[in-house]
């Protein structure tokens, strides 16, 4: 890094808004929770810090150092938790009954649909508001596409493993 670049940066000042980088945080669906967010670090502690900063500070400026803690803590967070929910959903869909994971496809896909409908009509919110909307749909969105390509992902492997199963298990009958 050259000497440019780095006195730029000491010169960005970040203010509350700069959280709303990349996608926003994953919502994790209650039946699912508890195997998600098991053992991950929630930043709360980082949170508190930089909550009480701005409570004594009053302005962003002094609190520069929680702001790019709490930063970082919830990218790592937030792509740990994106991948325990792929995988989980995953997991679903080789272990649940095959009747049930096409049900929650079918729920996914709905949630999905209607998540794009909400994200048009935000399209036309003006301001800072419409921006935050559609920054936290389209997040959501994304987030649902995901978990839905890994639940037919799984059931896909799942029909794969029982279709194999079903020929080793012929097999097996006319060896006896």
């Not at 006195?7 to 508890?34: F, K, N, R, W």
């Not at 209607?114 to 919110?125: C, F, H």
């Not at 987030?143 to 799984?154: H, M, Q, S, V, Y």
Request: net charge negative.
């Amino acid at each position: 890094m050259d000497v440019d670049s780095k006195q730029t940066m000491e010169d960005t000042v970040l203010v509350g808004d700069d959280l709303m980088m990349g996608p926003p945080s994953p919502l994790i669906p209650h039946e699912i929770a508890s195997h998600v967010l098991e053992g991950v670090d929630l930043c709360d502690g980082i949170l508190r810090n930089l909550f009480l900063c701005l409570h004594i500070n009053d302005v962003e400026p002094f609190c520069q150092d929680e702001i790019v803690l709490y930063q970082e803590c919830a990218e790592r967070r937030d792509k740990e938790l994106r991948q325990r929910l792929e995988d989980s959903e995953r997991k679903l869909g080789t272990s649940m009954p095959v009747e049930q994971a096409k049900e929650r496809c079918n729920q996914l896909e709905s949630e999905a649909t209607l998540l794009e409908r909400r994200l048009i009509l935000a399209s036309g919110v003006e301001g800072i508001e419409g921006f935050r909307q559609r920054w936290s749909l389209h997040g959501r969105l994304t987030d649902t596409k995901r978990r839905l390509e890994a639940l037919k992902f799984g059931l896909e492997n799942r029909k794969k493993d029982e279709s194999v199963q079903d020929l080793t298990t012929k097999k097996r009958w006319f060896f006896w």
